[in-house]
């Protein structure tokens, strides 16, 4: 790719290779919720959303679209491994058929805590929708619907950042170790 960001060390993913994979995303969920009244997606902020507008107008089924958001990661790239919730839902998703959106699964903590909070609150059915999975042996969550399996780097783009950056870019790319590892 051309003019490469000097952070960048190789695209992972086109933006083509993104959109038409989301595209059978939607797919996959409009036929296993075809008999549903709706579907609510739960986007987590700040990452998920680029991918949550992208699969809900791709969405071929009766939905709405909420956000959360919560916070496991500094600006660097430690983390302590507690999740804490900064925004919640807007309306009770009791009786609703739940999916949470999610960009990238990483150590699964995020979204074991997401999943196990949103269960309590008695939805219908509640599935995860990923986007982008990191290659790891055990996850403690289901993982109901994945894009990607992708290495255990650092990435970025499609709404995955680093320190608040190159968040908007179209496609995902590796971050390169020295500028996470100063």
């Given at each position: 790719m051309e003019n490469l960001h000097p952070d960048l060390e190789r695209v992972l993913l086109t933006e083509e290779e993104i959109q038409k994979r989301v595209g059978t995303l939607a797919e996959e969920?409009?036929?296993?919720?075809?008999?549903?009244?709706?579907?609510?997606?739960?986007?987590?902020?700040?990452?998920?959303?680029?991918?949550?507008?992208?699969?809900?107008?791709?969405?071929?089924?009766?939905?709405?679209?909420?956000?959360?958001?919560?916070?496991?990661?500094?600006?660097?790239?430690?983390?302590?491994?507690?999740?804490?919730?900064?925004?919640?839902?807007?309306?009770?998703?009791?009786?609703?058929h739940v999916i949470i959106v999610e960009d990238i699964v990483d150590t699964g903590n995020t979204m074991k805590y997401l999943y196990n909070t949103l269960k309590g609150?008695?939805?219908?059915?509640?599935k995860t929708c990923t986007l982008f999975k990191k290659d790891?042996?055990?996850?403690?969550?289901?993982?109901?619907?994945?894009?990607?399996?992708?290495?255990?780097?650092?990435?970025?783009?499609?709404?995955?950042?680093?320190?608040?950056r190159l968040r908007t870019l179209p496609y995902i790319a590796e971050l390169k170790k020295e500028v996470y590892q100063e």
């Open positions: 969920i409009a036929s296993d919720y075809a008999d549903a009244r709706r579907v609510v997606l739960i986007g987590i902020l700040k990452g998920a959303f680029i991918f949550l507008a992208d699969l809900s107008r791709e969405l071929s089924i009766p939905h709405m679209v909420d956000f959360m958001s919560l916070s496991s990661y500094g600006d660097r790239a430690t983390t302590n491994g507690a999740v804490r919730l900064i925004l919640d839902l807007r309306k009770p998703i009791k009786g609703e609150r008695k939805p219908a059915s509640l790891r042996e055990h996850l403690e969550v289901p993982l109901d619907y994945v894009g990607f399996e992708i290495p255990d780097v650092w990435v970025v783009g499609y709404g995955l950042d680093y320190a608040d």
